[in-house]
Protein backbone atom coordinates (compact mmCIF):
# COMPACT_ATOMS: atom_id res chain seq x y z
CA UNK A 1 0.00 0.00 0.00
CA UNK A 2 1.54 3.65 -0.91
CA UNK A 3 2.91 5.61 2.07
CA UNK A 4 2.15 9.00 2.20
CA UNK A 5 3.86 11.01 5.20
CA UNK A 6 3.49 14.71 5.77
CA UNK A 7 5.13 16.95 8.11
CA UNK A 8 4.72 19.35 10.09
CA UNK A 9 0.83 17.47 11.41
CA UNK A 10 0.33 20.92 13.31
CA UNK A 11 1.07 24.18 12.72
CA UNK A 12 -0.10 27.94 13.90
CA UNK A 13 1.36 30.95 12.32
CA UNK A 14 0.60 34.10 11.91
CA UNK A 15 -0.83 36.53 9.46
CA UNK A 16 1.94 37.56 6.58
CA UNK A 17 3.65 34.40 7.85
CA UNK A 18 5.54 31.99 5.92
CA UNK A 19 4.76 28.20 6.20
CA UNK A 20 6.28 25.37 4.42
CA UNK A 21 4.27 21.89 4.37
CA UNK A 22 5.74 18.63 3.04
CA UNK A 23 5.13 15.62 1.70
CA UNK A 24 6.86 12.28 0.91
CA UNK A 25 5.45 9.39 -0.84
CA UNK A 26 7.18 6.17 -1.05
CA UNK A 27 5.74 4.11 -3.88
CA UNK A 28 7.07 5.46 -6.78
CA UNK A 29 3.84 6.99 -7.99
CA UNK A 30 4.01 10.05 -10.87
CA UNK A 31 1.46 12.23 -9.27
CA UNK A 32 0.92 14.10 -6.52
CA UNK A 33 -1.53 16.35 -5.13
CA UNK A 34 -2.33 19.10 -2.47
CA UNK A 35 -5.72 19.33 -0.74
CA UNK A 36 -7.87 21.46 1.35
CA UNK A 37 -10.66 20.23 3.86
CA UNK A 38 -12.76 23.01 4.89
CA UNK A 39 -16.26 21.67 6.46
CA UNK A 40 -19.12 22.00 4.02
CA UNK A 41 -16.77 22.16 0.86
CA UNK A 42 -15.14 18.93 0.91
CA UNK A 43 -11.86 18.37 -0.53
CA UNK A 44 -11.01 20.59 -3.02
CA UNK A 45 -7.67 20.85 -5.34
CA UNK A 46 -5.13 23.15 -5.04
CA UNK A 47 -2.13 21.90 -7.15
CA UNK A 48 -0.75 18.51 -8.22
CA UNK A 49 2.37 17.31 -10.23
CA UNK A 50 2.66 14.27 -12.86
CA UNK A 51 6.47 14.96 -11.85
CA UNK A 52 9.64 16.23 -10.42
CA UNK A 53 9.66 19.81 -11.69
CA UNK A 54 6.02 19.42 -13.19
CA UNK A 55 3.35 21.71 -11.62
CA UNK A 56 -0.32 22.07 -12.65
CA UNK A 57 -2.22 24.77 -11.07
CA UNK A 58 -6.03 22.93 -9.16
CA UNK A 59 -8.96 24.73 -8.46
CA UNK A 60 -8.29 26.78 -5.90
CA UNK A 61 -4.90 27.87 -5.83
CA UNK A 62 -4.73 31.10 -5.30
CA UNK A 63 -2.30 32.40 -2.50
CA UNK A 64 -0.64 28.88 -2.93
CA UNK A 65 2.62 27.90 -4.63
CA UNK A 66 4.05 24.29 -4.82
CA UNK A 67 7.15 22.81 -5.95
CA UNK A 68 7.86 18.83 -6.82
CA UNK A 69 11.65 18.27 -6.51
CA UNK A 70 11.69 14.82 -6.72
CA UNK A 71 9.56 11.91 -7.60
CA UNK A 72 9.30 11.31 -3.27
CA UNK A 73 8.85 14.66 -2.38
CA UNK A 74 6.03 17.50 -3.08
CA UNK A 75 6.00 21.09 -0.75
CA UNK A 76 3.10 23.73 -0.48
CA UNK A 77 3.89 26.97 0.43
CA UNK A 78 2.03 29.91 2.03
CA UNK A 79 4.07 32.57 1.90
CA UNK A 80 1.72 35.16 2.94
CA UNK A 81 -0.22 32.78 5.49
CA UNK A 82 -4.19 34.67 5.95
CA UNK A 83 -6.68 33.60 8.25
CA UNK A 84 -9.02 32.26 4.76
CA UNK A 85 -5.53 29.35 4.47
CA UNK A 86 -6.68 27.91 8.26
CA UNK A 87 -7.73 24.89 7.00
CA UNK A 88 -6.39 20.67 7.30
CA UNK A 89 -4.27 20.10 4.36
CA UNK A 90 -3.58 16.81 2.53
CA UNK A 91 -1.68 15.26 0.31
CA UNK A 92 -2.03 12.18 -1.75
CA UNK A 93 -0.68 10.27 -4.87
CA UNK A 94 -1.87 8.31 -7.58
CA UNK A 95 0.52 6.17 -9.82
CA UNK A 96 -1.00 8.01 -13.04
CA UNK A 97 -2.94 10.70 -14.01
CA UNK A 98 -6.46 10.31 -14.76
CA UNK A 99 -9.50 9.80 -12.70
CA UNK A 100 -9.92 6.27 -12.88
CA UNK A 101 -7.29 5.86 -10.32
CA UNK A 102 -7.32 5.09 -6.48
CA UNK A 103 -5.96 8.04 -4.30
CA UNK A 104 -3.48 7.45 -1.65
CA UNK A 105 -3.73 9.86 1.10
CA UNK A 106 -1.64 11.02 4.12
CA UNK A 107 -2.71 12.17 7.55
CA UNK A 108 -3.16 15.64 6.69
CA UNK A 109 -1.67 19.10 7.93
CA UNK A 110 -3.67 21.30 10.29
CA UNK A 111 -2.80 24.93 9.71
CA UNK A 112 -4.27 28.01 11.80
CA UNK A 113 -3.12 31.39 10.60
CA UNK A 114 -3.86 34.11 13.52
CA UNK B 1 -18.46 21.49 -14.60
CA UNK B 2 -18.52 18.08 -12.97
CA UNK B 3 -20.15 18.54 -9.32
CA UNK B 4 -20.79 15.82 -7.12
CA UNK B 5 -24.12 16.44 -4.34
CA UNK B 6 -24.23 14.11 -1.33
CA UNK B 7 -27.72 15.09 0.22
CA UNK B 8 -27.21 14.39 4.21
CA UNK B 9 -24.37 16.20 6.14
CA UNK B 10 -24.93 14.28 8.93
CA UNK B 11 -26.15 10.62 9.95
CA UNK B 12 -26.85 9.21 13.11
CA UNK B 13 -27.66 5.64 13.25
CA UNK B 14 -27.86 3.04 15.58
CA UNK B 15 -26.00 -0.41 15.64
CA UNK B 16 -27.73 -3.10 13.44
CA UNK B 17 -29.18 -0.40 11.34
CA UNK B 18 -29.26 0.35 7.80
CA UNK B 19 -27.22 2.68 6.05
CA UNK B 20 -28.14 4.62 2.95
CA UNK B 21 -25.68 7.87 2.00
CA UNK B 22 -27.11 9.54 -1.03
CA UNK B 23 -24.94 10.46 -3.90
CA UNK B 24 -25.47 12.56 -7.66
CA UNK B 25 -23.18 13.47 -9.76
CA UNK B 26 -23.53 15.75 -12.97
CA UNK B 27 -20.82 15.47 -15.13
CA UNK B 28 -20.34 15.42 -18.79
CA UNK B 29 -19.01 11.72 -20.77
CA UNK B 30 -18.28 8.87 -18.20
CA UNK B 31 -16.87 9.19 -15.13
CA UNK B 32 -15.51 6.54 -12.26
CA UNK B 33 -17.26 6.82 -9.35
CA UNK B 34 -15.53 6.15 -5.81
CA UNK B 35 -16.19 6.12 -2.32
CA UNK B 36 -13.85 7.25 0.39
CA UNK B 37 -13.57 6.74 4.50
CA UNK B 38 -11.87 9.11 6.77
CA UNK B 39 -11.62 8.15 10.26
CA UNK B 40 -10.86 10.64 12.80
CA UNK B 41 -7.59 11.63 12.66
CA UNK B 42 -6.81 10.06 9.33
CA UNK B 43 -6.53 10.91 5.66
CA UNK B 44 -9.08 9.39 3.63
CA UNK B 45 -9.03 6.22 1.98
CA UNK B 46 -10.14 4.47 -0.77
CA UNK B 47 -13.58 2.32 0.11
CA UNK B 48 -14.38 1.06 -3.36
CA UNK B 49 -14.84 2.63 -7.47
CA UNK B 50 -17.58 1.53 -9.86
CA UNK B 51 -16.35 2.38 -13.68
CA UNK B 52 -19.28 1.62 -16.03
CA UNK B 53 -23.03 1.84 -15.93
CA UNK B 54 -25.04 -1.07 -13.40
CA UNK B 55 -21.64 -1.76 -11.83
CA UNK B 56 -21.40 -2.59 -8.37
CA UNK B 57 -18.55 -1.60 -6.02
CA UNK B 58 -18.46 -2.69 -2.55
CA UNK B 59 -15.75 -3.36 0.30
CA UNK B 60 -16.05 -3.82 4.33
CA UNK B 61 -19.98 -4.55 3.59
CA UNK B 62 -20.82 -1.18 2.26
CA UNK B 63 -21.84 -1.28 -1.59
CA UNK B 64 -23.07 0.92 -4.19
CA UNK B 65 -24.31 0.79 -7.58
CA UNK B 66 -23.03 2.47 -10.95
CA UNK B 67 -26.68 4.09 -12.07
CA UNK B 68 -25.97 6.46 -15.32
CA UNK B 69 -29.54 6.70 -15.69
CA UNK B 70 -30.08 8.27 -12.39
CA UNK B 71 -26.60 9.51 -12.16
CA UNK B 72 -26.31 8.22 -8.73
CA UNK B 73 -23.66 6.28 -6.39
CA UNK B 74 -25.64 5.84 -3.03
CA UNK B 75 -23.75 4.29 -0.61
CA UNK B 76 -25.39 1.30 1.74
CA UNK B 77 -24.59 -0.97 4.40
CA UNK B 78 -27.15 -3.83 5.95
CA UNK B 79 -25.91 -3.72 9.36
CA UNK B 80 -23.76 -0.92 10.67
CA UNK B 81 -21.03 -0.98 13.57
CA UNK B 82 -20.11 1.54 15.97
CA UNK B 83 -16.99 1.06 13.94
CA UNK B 84 -18.29 2.41 11.00
CA UNK B 85 -18.63 5.87 12.25
CA UNK B 86 -16.16 8.20 10.17
CA UNK B 87 -17.18 11.00 7.40
CA UNK B 88 -18.08 9.75 3.78
CA UNK B 89 -16.89 11.08 0.80
CA UNK B 90 -18.24 10.43 -3.02
CA UNK B 91 -16.42 11.50 -5.68
CA UNK B 92 -16.30 11.45 -9.55
CA UNK B 93 -12.93 10.72 -11.52
CA UNK B 94 -12.73 12.33 -14.94
CA UNK B 95 -12.05 9.01 -17.42
CA UNK B 96 -11.13 10.86 -20.30
CA UNK B 97 -7.40 11.07 -18.96
CA UNK B 98 -7.24 14.23 -17.02
CA UNK B 99 -5.96 14.28 -13.69
CA UNK B 100 -9.76 15.67 -12.51
CA UNK B 101 -11.46 14.40 -9.32
CA UNK B 102 -14.37 16.23 -7.62
CA UNK B 103 -15.07 15.12 -4.12
CA UNK B 104 -18.74 15.78 -2.25
CA UNK B 105 -18.79 17.82 0.59
CA UNK B 106 -18.74 14.42 2.85
CA UNK B 107 -21.33 12.88 5.00
CA UNK B 108 -20.66 12.30 9.08
CA UNK B 109 -22.06 9.07 9.90
CA UNK B 110 -22.29 8.57 13.84
CA UNK B 111 -23.48 5.18 14.84
CA UNK B 112 -24.54 4.50 18.66
CA UNK B 113 -24.08 1.21 20.33
Known amino acids: EAAVTQSPRNKVTVTGGNVTLSCRQTNSHNYMYWYRQDTGHGLRLIHYSYGAGNLQIGDVPDGYKATRTTQEDFFLLLELASPSQTSLYFC?????????????FGEGSRLIVV | GDSVTQTEGQVALSEEDFLTIHCNYSASGYPALFWYVQYPGEGPQFLFRASRDKEKGSSRGFEATYDKGTTSFHLRKASVQESDSAVYYC????????????FGAGTRLKVIA
Open chain 2, 91 to 102: ALGDNTGNYKYV
Open chain 1, 92 to 104: ASSKTGGGGNTLY
